[in-house]
Every structure is written in structure tokens, then in C-alpha cells.
């Protein structure tokens, strides 16, 4: 893991992921519950995550370009992050093309579930497949304790930002529901 990894990309990573995942839960909650709350939160972490995911994959090139030598490499890691992209921009083109917000609410929230199947491929993807992506050196002890404490840093500065964003983006959508 190069240095700049650890500052950046992996906690925009980790941060998408753990969009998702809120995206996969507030689904199911509203889903079984049919409560507009749990919609709202979903749509919210959504917009939070295809940005960082964006953010992820544009990184993720720039900075492989170097190692990897192009640009664009169809690696199992790489692939599966923008399959996961597409899936949630597709999240938002189900939303848009609804004829009603609650169509709209139960297919988007469908499609988080299922498209949340796709995080953890892309997270063991290197154990998976040969790749050329780095394997996660955090669990196998290759971090120096800077290096962690920068990782970890990054990742508690990013989650915090990725917080504020959702409460932020759910009380937007709460006024634009009530002037709708």
C-alpha cells in the first residue's frame, strides 16, 4: 500500500462501502416497515456513496497508472467497483423514471439489497482472482504503526464527513418533500 493510499483512496473505499451497507439496511427497514424515514436515509447514503465510489475509481487509475502502466485495467477489483457504481446510478435512474415516489422508493430499495451483494465480491476480489490490485496489507501486519494511524485517521476523518453528508442530504430531502 503506497502512502497516499492510506490517506485517501482506501478511506474513500471504506466509506462507500459503508455507504452501501446503510443503503442495504434502511432498504430492508423500509421494505418491511414502509416507513418514508428509512427511504429517505437510504437515498441519502446512495448520493453519499456513488460520489465516493467516483472518487475511488478516478484515484484508484490515477494512481495505478504509474504501476500498472494504462489507465484502465479490466482488474476484478477495478471491475467490480465500477459494476458497483453502475449499480447504484441505476438506483437513482429507477427512482427518476417511477411513476410514483413510492414505486420508485420499493424498486431503488430492491435494488440496494440485491446491488449490496456486490460490496464484498469487490472486497475479496485479490483472494478471489489474480490481480493485479495490492491485497489488503491492514490485516496481514504491512502497515507500520504511522502508517496505520494515518489509515486510521483517514478513515475516522472520512466516516465522520460521510455522517454529516447523510444527516445533511436526509434533511433536504425532508424539505423537498415538504414543499412537494
Known sequence: MCIRDSYLHVPLAWVGFLAFFVVFICSIL???????KWDTIAYASAEVGVI????VL???VVWAKPVWGVWWTWDARLTGTL????????????RSYATEQT??????????????????IV??????????????????GGLTSSMLWTLLVGIAAFTVL??????Q?????????EIN
Open 83 to 94: 459494476v458497483l457504481w453502475l449499480i447504484y446510478i441505476a438506483y437513482f435512474l429507477v
Open 58 to 60: 478516478i484515484t484508484g
Open 123 to 140: 472486497f475479496i476480489a485479490v483472494r478471489l482472482w489474480r490481480t493485479q490490485h495490492p491485497t489488503t496489507m491492514i490485516f496481514e
Open 52 to 55: 465516493f465510489t467516483t472518487l
Open 30 to 36: 423500509y421494505i418491511t416497515k414502509r416507513a418514508m
Open 162 to 167: 460521510y455522517l454529516l453528508l447523510v444527516i
Open 103 to 120: 414505486q420508485g422508493a420499493r424498486f431503488a430499495a430492491v435494488l440496494g439489497i440485491i446491488g449490496f451483494i456486490d460490496v464484498p
Open 169 to 177: 442530504g436526509a434533511e433536504n430531502r425532508n424539505l423537498e418533500s
